[in-house]
């Protein structure tokens, strides 16, 4: 039977990408005179380089090792926090490419973070309005990096990469689709941030599919706890309490968490959004996936990562209509980068990880 379940498995994920494949052959070759794909990479390694010494990720975050354990045997392995094989794709991946066990489970996360960072590069190349190394060391200092770096081995991270595909790449509605649903089986909140992709995006036949798929999802889901509601909900409680408890006695940590998440990034979305208030919309929806499942859960820092759109888009128009003069660009970006990336949990409060800003601001400006 566990054979049958990595076959079924494996025949399913080589449908999804499949399909969603031919567009994204048919894109890079048709841009491979335009876009510097290869100058790209290199970026992408120094950017990784630099923003791995800043966090040093030296070991797998705290699901990040269960995640690395199921890889060993995803299809066999007995998953006690009842969380884990709802998230299967990135496990899959690993134990289907020969990324097994702790440390090759490790690398295989950083190499999606690569891929993460080569993918916002790609977005601003697609729009005509590249990135400085700078602006790209910059991004890389916020969550949607950050926290891959602060605690590897999460799935988030190949959410992210998903999303990035469906704005940036011209995709058919198959292919949109089975991006969306391959995200399904990454992890489940990938449901707020395609739910808002799909809002804004999709065309109406495509928000149907979308919406078909995830209610098979979430039948499944349901049926796999027995129709105990319950029981679904009670297994996502962290220290007996549900993430709304953690943020009605924590609320000061999530709006912490919300601010550090994107450090001075925030100022670029509050001027476009002034430049361009009708867009208001547009960003507030954007925003919602990371705000409310940090409601739901207490991974502040983490789970705001699935609001990166709006502020990629920000940056994306302030480089295009010149809203910012160069110097005072440059100024931001320096200090996004000076100011130390922490995680914020409505559990733990601020933790510093390994790197020159827990050096720097536990043992240099603060004892």
Not at 94 to 103: C, H, S
Not at 259 to 286: C, D, G, N, Q, R
Not at 328 to 344: E, F, G, K, M
Request: aromatic share 14%; with cysteine; hydrophobic share 55%.
């Amino acid at each position: 039977m566990n054979s049958l379940r990595a076959v079924v498995f494996l025949c399913v994920t080589l449908a999804l990408l499949v399909i969603i494949g031919k567009p994204l052959i048919d894109f890079f070759r048709q841009q491979s005179g335009r876009i510097p794909f290869v100058k790209l990479w290199q970026r992408t390694v120094i950017v990784m380089a630099i923003v791995a010494v800043l966090i040093v990720p030296s070991q797998l975050g705290i699901m990040g090792v269960g995640y690395a354990a199921f890889s060993v045997e995803p299809f066999s392995s007995t998953d006690h926090s009842y969380q884990l094989y709802q998230r299967l794709m990135m496990p899959a991946l690993a134990y289907f490419l020969q990324f097994k066990d702790a440390v090759m489970f490790h690398l295989f996360s950083l190499v999606i973070t690569g891929v993460c960072i080569f993918g916002i590069q790609l977005f601003f190349e697609t729009r005509k309005s590249p990135l400085s190394l700078l602006e790209i060391v910059s991004l890389s200092t916020v969550c949607v990096v950050a926290t891959q770096l602060q605690s590897p081995g999460y799935p988030e991270s190949l959410v992210i990469v998903s999303a990035l595909v469906v704005v940036t790449i011209p995709l058919n509605s198959f292919a949109r689709i089975a991006v969306a649903i391959f995200a399904l089986f990454v992890h489940e909140s990938s449901v707020l941030l395609f739910g808002a992709i799909a809002l804004l995006y999709f065309t109406k036949e495509e928000k149907q599919l979308y919406v078909a798929a995830v209610f098979l999802y979430a039948l499944c889901w349901i049926t796999s706890f027995g129709f105990d509601i319950e029981q679904l909900v009670a297994v996502r409680n962290v220290g007996g309490m549900g993430g709304i408890e953690w943020l009605l006695a924590h609320p000061l940590r999530e709006v912490l968490g919300i601010v550090i998440s994107y450090k001075v990034l925030w100022i670029i979305l509050i001027i476009v959004i002034k430049h361009f208030p009708a867009e208001l919309k547009s960003f507030l929806v954007l925003l919602l996936p990371g705000i409310i499942a940090t409601a739901i859960a207490v991974d502040t820092t983490r789970l705001l990562a699935l609001s990166f759109l709006p502020f990629l888009f920000a940056m994306e128009y302030s480089k295009r209509y010149n809203l910012l003069s160069s110097s005072r660009c440059v100024l931001l970006h320096i200090l996004n980068i000076i100011i130390p990336s922490v995680y914020v949990g409505l559990n733990s409060g601020i933790v510093f990880f390994d790197g020159v800003y827990q050096l720097l601001y536990q043992g240099f400006f603060f004892k």
